[in-house]
């Protein structure tokens, strides 16, 4: 494996959040069985929101406040996010390899399930990212943790296998290993097959 794509350097490309540079005091990584346990413990539109930050390997409130309109597909096997539509992702580059994620493997039943319970068109968590460092801030079970050691503990948690890693966390540059190009993008347009072929599906089944 060459220096470009060591899993360290994988995991400094993906914390820089889109360039910016590291901050000296990071959030501490949480690991899926304690975020899951303490999840479950909660209403169903906070757990649902959870279980997708975690799969998708994204901040807390990009997961948040995504809505039913984001979602293509859901099934108790699958399930894809179109990050375009949301109102972050309207002011992005709408033909990114990083603009879908495809979620498979452990949890996907169980964010169905909670997706089929979640109101039309509206966030799934009200919950802001502040409201929920409070939170576990007062938590023993969380102590430790904020909001941001979701992203970083999925990414700890897919260093293993760190191929596609920047494409499930949207840090992808233009032109970086395993991209299509814009023009590709452009002409497969955006729907469920086109989100299957760039494989975010074979990373979130390790999540």
Same mark, same amino acid.
């Given at each position: 494996?060459?220096?470009?794509?060591?899993?360290?350097?994988?995991?400094?490309?993906?914390?820089?959040?889109?360039?910016?540079?590291?901050?000296?005091?990071?959030?501490?990584?949480?690991?899926?069985? /304690?975020?899951?346990?303490?999840?479950?413990?909660?209403?169903?539109?906070?757990?649902?929101?959870?279980?997708?930050?975690? /799969?998708?390997?994204?901040?807390?409130?990009?997961?948040?406040?995504?809505?039913?309109?984001?979602?293509?597909?859901?099934?108790? /096997?699958?399930?894809?996010?179109?990050?375009?539509?949301?109102?972050?992702?309207?002011?992005?580059?709408?033909?990114?390899?990083?603009?879908?994620?495809?979620?498979?493997?452990?949890?996907?039943?169980?964010?169905?399930?909670?997706?089929? /319970?979640?109101?039309?068109?509206?966030?799934?968590?009200? =919950?802001?990212?502040?409201?929920?460092?409070?939170?576990?801030?007062?938590?023993?079970?969380?102590?430790?943790?904020?909001?941001?050691?979701?992203?970083?503990?999925?990414?700890?948690?897919?260093?293993?296998?760190?191929?596609?890693?920047?494409?499930?966390?949207?840090?992808?540059?233009?032109?970086?290993?395993?991209?299509?190009?814009?023009?590709? =993008?452009?002409?497969?347009?955006?729907?469920?097959?086109?989100?299957?072929?760039?494989?975010?599906?074979?990373?979130?089944?390790?999540?």
């Amino acid at each position: 494996m060459g220096f470009e794509n060591h899993p360290l350097r994988v995991l400094a490309k993906a914390l820089r959040g889109g360039g910016a540079a590291i901050p000296e005091n990071q959030a501490t990584p949480i690991e899926r069985r /304690k975020l899951v346990s303490w999840a479950r413990q909660q209403q169903s539109s906070v757990r649902l929101a959870v279980l997708v930050a975690w /799969k998708t390997a994204s901040r807390w409130a990009e997961a948040a406040n995504l809505s039913s309109v984001q979602f293509l597909l859901v099934t108790q /096997k699958e399930v894809i996010v179109d990050w375009f539509q949301t109102p972050k992702g309207r002011t992005q580059d709408p033909f990114k390899a990083s603009r879908f994620a495809v979620i498979q493997g452990p949890l996907t039943a169980e964010i169905a399930v909670l997706y089929a /319970k979640c109101a039309p068109f509206a966030p799934l968590s009200a =919950l802001t990212t502040s409201a929920l460092d409070a939170l576990w801030g007062q938590s023993t079970q969380m102590q430790g943790y904020t909001a941001h050691s979701i992203k970083r503990g999925a990414v700890k948690h897919l260093l293993p296998s760190p191929h596609l890693i920047d494409r499930l966390t949207k840090h992808e540059e233009e032109g970086g290993p395993g991209t299509l190009s814009r023009t590709t =993008l452009r002409y497969a347009g955006g729907d469920v097959d086109l989100a299957r072929a760039l494989e975010t599906g074979k990373v979130t089944k390790h999540l």
